[in-house]
C-alpha cells in the first residue's frame, strides 16, 4: 500500500470537487462501507494525486449561540483541493523565512574599542575628581592645623613674656630682715646698689651673652634681626603670697634676683626652625650662677621687636614710644612695652612667596629710630601671621629704699 502525499498549493488555480462526508460514527474511517479490511479498495496510484490543502467548513445555520448544543449528529462538508487530471503539479518554490518572523534571540556581545576607551576616560576624569577634591581636603586640613599652630605659638609667647615684664622691678615686703634694694638704672638718692634697672634692651644686637650683665658678648647668634628684652624682679616663696616663678616655670626663692632675657634663635632641637628662646639665672645666688639655664618656649617665632613707652614729664602717661637706644631711653622712666611677633608655621606646603610686615605700622619711621627690623620681609611658603600687645608694668621704678 502506498502512503499518501499532501503537498500544499501555494498558486496554481485548481478545480474544486466537494465530498459530502455523513454523520461520524464510531466505526473505523473508510472509503466504503464498514469492512474488516484495510482503509481502500486498491492502489492509491490509479485515480489523482492529492495536491492540495484541506479545508474545514462547519455548516451554519444561524448565529453560533442559537446552535443546538445537545448531541447532534455533525454534518460538514469537507472540501479537496484537487488538481485536474490535466494540469501537471507545479514546481513549489522553496520555503524561505524571514529573519524578521524569527523569534528574537539574546546573543552576547562584548564591549568594542570605542566603549572600552570612552570608559577608560571617563573612570580617569572621575578619579581625578576624587584626587583633587581629596588634596583640597587635605590642604584645608593643613591650612585649618597651621594656623591653630601659628595661634598657639603667639598666645605661649605672650603669655610667658607678660607675665615676665609684669613682673619685673617686683620686691617682696615679706619674709625679709632687710631692705631690698630698689630698680633703678641711675644713681638716685637713696637707691642700694647691686639691683640696677627692671629692664634692659638691645636693639637687633644680631649676637649676645645672655649671662653677661650687659647682654655684650656672641655666644648666642640671633634670627631676623630680633631685639633682646632683659627682666629683673625678686622672687618670693612666703606663705603670705603665691610663689614667684621665673620664665622656665621654676620657683624663685625670697630674696633672689632673677634675670629673665627673651631672645629668638635657631632652634637645633627642632631642625633649626626659629623659636622664642628665655634665659633664666639668679644673679645674686652663693656662689653666684653664672650660666643660668636657657629653653625654647614659643615654636615658630621669627622674630621679636621691641617699642618702650616712656613717661618724659612725670606725669605717668606715655609720651612716646621708640626702640631701646643708649642715651635715649632712660629705663626708669619707662611705663609699658609694646611687643610684636612675626610666627610661622612648621609646614612649607604653599608656594614660596614675599611676606612684608610692618609690625608697628606703617607710619613707624624705621630708618629715623634705627629701627630696620621693624619692617619684617621673608620669602618662603610657610604660613605667616603677625601679632602684637602692649604690656604695662605694674611696678614702676622708686629709686629709693623701701
Known amino acids: 500500500m502506498k502512503s499518501l502525499r499532501m503537498r500544499r498549493q501555494i498558486c496554481t488555480p485548481m478545480r474544486s470537487r466537494r465530498i459530502s462526508v455523513g454523520p461520524l460514527s464510531d466505526g473505523p474511517l473508510s472509503g466504503g462501507p464498514l469492512s474488516d479490511g484495510p482503509l481502500s479498495d486498491g492502489p492509491l496510484s490509479d485515480g489523482p494525486r ?47 523565512i524571514s529573519r524578521r518572523n524569527r523569534a528574537p534571540q539574546s546573543v552576547p556581545r562584548g564591549l568594542g574599542l ?76 637713696g637707691a642700694m646698689p647691686g639691683a640696677g634697672a627692671a629692664l634692659l634692651g638691645k636693639n637687633a644686637p644680631g649676637t649676645i651673652d645672655p649671662a653677661n650683665p650687659t647682654l655684650g658678648g656672641s655666644t648666642l647668634t640671633l634670627a631676623s634681626g630680633s631685639d633682646v628684652l632683659r627682666v629683673r624682679y625678686f622672687g618670693s616663696t612666703t606663705a603670705d603670697e603665691a610663689a614667684v616663678r621665673d620664665c622656665l616655670g621654676n620657683a624663685v626663692a625670697t630674696g ?42 614659643a615654636a615658630g617665632v621669627e622674630t621679636l621687636q621691641l617699642l618702650y613707652g616712656e613717661d618724659t614729664d612725670g606725669d605717668g602717661v606715655v609720651n612716646r614710644y621708640l626702640p631701646w637706644a643708649s642715651g635715649t631711653t632712660i629705663a626708669d622712666n619707662l611705663l609699658s612695652v609694646r611687643v610684636a611677633l612675626v610666627v610661622r608655621a612648621s609646614s612649607q606646603g604653599n608656594a614660596a ?5 610692618a609690625l608697628f605700622g606703617p607710619d613707624y619711621a624705621t630708618s629715623s629710630n634705627a629701627d630696620v627690623a621693624a619692617d619684617f620681609h621673608a620669602t618662603s611658603g610657610h604660613l605667616r601671621k603677625m601679632f602684637d600687645a602692649e604690656i604695662a608694668l605694674r611696678n614702676p621704678a622708686g629709686c629709693g629704699a623701701l
Not at 138 to 149: F, P, Y
Not at 271 to 276: F, M, S, T
Not at 353 to 357: D, G
Open 50 to 96: 492529492f495536491d492540495g490543502h484541506l479545508s474545514y467548513r462547519p455548516r451554519s445555520d444561524g448565529p453560533l449561540s442559537d446552535r443546538p448544543q445537545a448531541a447532534e449528529p455533525l454534518s460538514d462538508v469537507l472540501r479537496l483541493n484537487l488538481p485536474s487530471a490535466d494540469v501537471p503539479p507545479p514546481d513549489l518554490p522553496r520555503l524561505h
Open 114 to 189: 570605542t566603549e572600552l576607551m570612552i570608559g577608560i576616560t571617563l573612570g580617569m576624569l572621575i578619579l581625578l575628581a576624587i584626587v583633587r577634591l581629596y588634596m583640597a581636603s587635605l590642604d584645608a586640613r593643613q591650612a585649618e592645623s597651621d594656623v591653630a599652630q601659628l595661634n598657639d605659638s603667639a598666645r605661649a609667647a605672650f603669655d610667658v613674656v607678660g607675665a615676665a615684664v609684669r613682673k619685673a622691678g617686683y620686691r617682696s615686703p615679706f619674709g625679709t630682715t632687710a631692705p631690698l634694694p630698689v630698680f633703678c638704672g641711675g644713681a638716685a638718692a
Open 256 to 297: 633672689a634676683l632673677v634675670e629673665d632675657t627673651f631672645y629668638v634663635a635657631n632652634d637645633p632641637a627642632n631642625g633649626n626652625q626659629p623659636a622664642l628662646f628665655c634665659h633664666s639665672m639668679v644673679v645674686n645666688a652663693t656662689p653666684p650662677l653664672t650660666a643660668g639655664t636657657a629653653a625654647p618656649l
Open 353 to 357: 612667596k614675599t611676606s612684608n610686615f
